[in-house]
């Protein structure tokens, strides 16, 4: 479904993806991990063309999406949950959903379908976005981007800042996403959260792919995870 092809990535100068390649299946959760500044975001923000790759290629469904702005990359069905959430602090619960709405031809996700999944949401429906939780702002965010009706789902630390209670809640919504066979990209520095869901993992270290293999492999690979995740 998604190919990233040997990648450079650039902020002004300083070059930041040196040949990044990774692949998502359809249906599958991929996983994108390593410590802060190896250029996990940057990816995901290559991939969605917030910031595009000078050199190298990236399909989306066997088509070429690199030259493309970011607003056309999403009609093509590619959707994100940035760093951060980002909601809109100054629009309801309800308009931060609506406003991003898109339907298509499918099984479309519909604010019904939405307060489904999160009943909170549903309760704070008219509360201020600003006015949330960090939980809640998460649920919003993820809902947010579902509702742009994607093929891939781009997760950028979605667990950031979170109590270990609603990372648990967090973590459940995503695996009800995976076992409705939505296809996702995940950066996340929480990696039992991480190695529980993937599929499939990679491992950035200093704008290079350090590692790709199963979660079990990376779970038996104690090399990896001292020199590049920094656990023993």
Same mark, same amino acid.
């Given at each position: ?115 489904? !999944?999160? *009943? ?6 008219? #509360?201020?976005?600003?006015? @949330?939780?960090?939980?809640?702002? %998460? +649920? &919003? ?20 800042? !979170?109590? *270990? ?6 973590? #459940?919504?995503?695996?009800? @996403?995976?076992?409705?066979?939505? %296809? +996702? &990209? ?47």
């Amino acid at each position: 479904m998604l190919k990233v092809d040997h990648i450079h990535t650039y902020y002004g100068d300083s070059h930041v993806l040196h040949g990044v390649s990774l692949k998502v299946e359809k249906g599958k959760m991929t996983v994108l991990l390593g410590r802060n500044g190896m250029g996990k975001t940057t990816t995901i923000h290559s991939i969605i063309g917030f910031n595009s790759p000078k050199k190298g290629k990236i399909y989306f469904n066997n088509e070429e999406i690199q030259h493309l702005p970011s607003y056309q990359i999403s009609k093509k069905g590619i959707g994100i949950v940035p760093q951060g959430r980002r909601i809109f602090s100054n629009l309801t619960v309800k308009e931060n959903l609506t406003t991003t709405a898109r339907t298509t031809n499918g099984n479309e996700w519909t604010l019904e379908k939405i307060y489904k !999944l999160f *009943p909170r949401l549903e309760e704070r429906k008219k #509360s201020l976005g600003g006015n @949330l939780s960090g939980g809640e702002q %998460s +649920m &919003l965010s993820i809902g947010r981007a579902l509702m742009t009706n994607p093929r891939l789902l781009l997760l950028d630390e979605p667990s950031e800042g !979170l109590s *270990p209670l609603m990372v648990k809640e967090v973590m #459940s919504i995503i695996k009800k @996403l995976k076992e409705n066979g939505l %296809s +996702m &990209l995940m950066v996340e520095q929480n990696l039992a959260m991480a190695l529980n869901v993937a599929d499939y993992v990679y491992v950035l270290n200093k704008g290079e792919v350090v590692f790709d293999g199963t979660p079990e492999e990376l779970e038996r690979n104690q090399e990896v995870k001292n020199k590049y995740l920094a656990l023993g």
